[in-house]
């Protein structure tokens, strides 16, 4: 009896699609769906870098808007401004300055009109020191240091008057200090004095040195005219 050799046979299942599985009507559904994200993708694609151009430039069109706007106020304020300064031009702007050919000059002059200023307003002038000056933009800056005492009132006084009067003053590190133990309790009517110490400054315009002219050549030619 002879055996024969028994057989096995395979079935593959053919892929199948998972929208055979649908009904037509999901079919139809998940269609248009599908149609609707990619119409939504392509306007976003589309949309936003227009939306992105149109805010850079409009923000930039803002801008040169604000600056025109600035440029025309300008304008307008230009004959105005020429005005003021042909008038500044035709004032006298010695007074503004110290006098004084030299630093040393211009120094005492400050000192003075310090010590003025201190005693016309009842203050009592400790010290006058002269600081190194400043050559800067064609301007001599001459500084001094003042040390005085005075009460609040008087020192009120004496910096207003300083810094309000021409020549043009300016004031720098105040110090104020009071003679008096804390919890002191002044009469009616009396205000202590104080120890102040303040730096003042003032300009003076530098006149231009014109250089030395050559006299070489004029006296080479009156030697030979000499010799002849």
Do not use: C
């Amino acid at each position: 009896m002879s055996a024969t050799p028994a057989t096995f046979t395979t079935t593959t299942a053919a892929p199948t699609s998972p929208f055979r599985r649908l009904t037509p009507t999901a079919n139809r559904n998940a269609a248009i769906a599908l149609l609707i994200a990619t119409l939504l993708i392509g306007f976003a694609a589309i949309a936003f870098p227009a939306w992105w151009l149109y805010d850079h430039y409009d923000s930039r069109a803002a801008q040169l808007a604000r600056q025109q706007r600035s440029y025309s106020s300008l304008n307008e304020l230009r004959p105005t401004l020429m005005k003021a300064l042909e008038a500044l031009k035709a004032k006298d702007t010695k007074k503004f300055f110290l006098k004084g050919a030299t630093a040393a000059l211009a120094g005492a002059d400050l000192q003075e009109m310090a010590r003025g200023v201190i005693e016309a307003n009842n203050g009592r002038l400790l010290s006058s020191q002269l600081l190194p000056h400043k050559d800067e933009n064609g301007y001599r800056q001459v500084n001094a240091t003042i040390q005085m005492t005075a009460n609040i009132q008087n020192l009120r006084q004496v910096l207003h008057v300083m810094e309000g009067r021409e020549p043009y003053l300016f004031l720098d590190n105040l110090t104020v200090r009071a003679q008096v133990p804390s919890g002191f309790k002044p009469q009616p009517g009396f205000e202590p004095e104080m120890f102040v110490q303040f730096d003042v400054s003032g300009l003076v315009p530098i006149t231009p040195v014109a250089p030395p002219t050559d006299t070489k050549p004029a006296a080479s030619k009156t030697a030979a005219k000499s010799k002849s």
